[in-house]
């Protein structure tokens, strides 16, 4: 996510939590729980070490509370990112292995493979390419599989650009 | 009277708010000509709020300004009238009236107002107990199930639709219409905890019932919940599938008749961009912008249009 793209979508959830909810028939209320893991998936692509620590625990408490399994799996996801950001890879690769575990379950390909990309960037900064490389390349399959073509496209851009002797 | 009436509950079955809440005046104005019984005046203004309700967000900002006089008329007589009746024997129309009364408190106050609509739906669910009255418990779990979502105890939200659900599935129990919203809200239930392959088919089941009985508005309801299912499972080949049914919906009727497409033309446009199909993607998101600045104005929006 670029970085404007990111401002803009936290200015609309800034604005969002302040507005009053309405548990419409057709289901696009947003709970507070939808909320806390919208921001903290948000960012988590964004890189947004303040953000995570602001949404993150209330993402993993709420979505523990309601035993809500695909947010318990994003919000590990963005616990992990966190862990990244702050150089405790290893700990990373711990919450992704967590989070990718339920995504599998789930049968969510698109978000195995989002997951696959958080675990390849944190052996890569491990310096564990071979395990990145495996993740690269299972991320863009099933990227593929799901039809989702640009991030099939940067999946493969990060396997090459590992194969080129990155890390 | 009861013409005017029986007028007003096609229209309201056809979801056209505007001209149902004009037949309830109607009904309204003949009774206070010759006032036969109470009950008859609470269940045509309760009948004007449930009808404005319904309507708020189908017939936009502007539209709905022009309706909320009669609402606010109708309301301000039924709270006058709940006073008055607080001592008497239960009786279903009264526990409809409270059902109606807590939904009003969250949908046409800013900010809602939770506490008064749980107060109301509890109040609501009591009486129908009381009465062994299987369609106004019915009525009156789906208020509770609302104002329990709306003070964030989604758990208990939950256990109150799927509650209404069993009460709607009884043999006996006859009233399809409230069946076929127990399908959607148990299903809308299931969905905000995640429980996808449990909301899927009651919501399966829901759009079915609604397309036999020619709901237009609970075709839009189930399909719009289901589209969410399934973009939370990465069912994306399941939601591009139904895109002909969401281009005739659009193209048959108004948005009065279905509700605002603003939400699952959104959706669809993110299946559209991760697809890769950029074009396609961002007519999708702004036709789904324009549709909400056009019904929610462009500022005042509520949370849900924000996500």
Known sequence: ?167 | MALAEALGDVFELMHKGPPAIGAYQDALRAWRLAPAGEVDAIRLHRKVVQAGAETKYAVGRDGFRDLRKAMQASEASLEEMLEKLRNQPPHPEISRLLAVLSIAAWRMRTPPDWAAARGYADEAVRMAEALAAPVELSVALEALTSAAFGQGLLLESRESALRRLAVTRDPGFRDERERLDALRGAGAARMYLGEYEQAIPLLLEAEHIANRVQAVDQVFNALALLTQCWLRLDRWDEIKARRDVWEDLEKQYPQERTGPLCWPIGLRAVVETLSGESAAGASLRDRSLDIMVATFGKTDWLRNAHY
């Open chain 1, 1 to 167: 996510m670029a970085e404007g793209e990111f401002a803009l979508v936290r200015e609309h959830l800034d604005r969002a939590v302040r507005g009053p909810n309405d548990p419409v028939r057709w289901g696009s209320a947003v709970t507070d729980l939808d909320f806390n893991v919208l921001y903290a998936d948000a960012a988590a692509r964004a890189r947004d070490a303040e953000a995570l620590g602001r949404f993150v625990p209330p993402a993993e408490q709420g979505a523990e509370l309601f035993g809500h399994r695909l947010y318990t799996a994003i919000a590990l996801r963005s616990r992990g990112v966190q862990f990244l950001l702050a150089d405790r890879a290893a700990e990373a690769v711990t919450c992704e292995d967590q989070a990718l575990a339920i995504f599998e379950d789930l049968g969510t390909r698109y978000q195995m493979g989002l997951t696959l990309g958080e675990r390849a960037r944190a052996f890569s900064a491990l310096g564990d390419s071979a395990s990145a490389r495996a993740d690269w390349s299972r991320a863009a399959s099933l990227f593929e599989a799901q039809g989702a073509l640009p991030a099939a496209r940067q999946a493969r851009d990060s396997l090459a650009a590992l194969q080129d002797g990155g890390v």
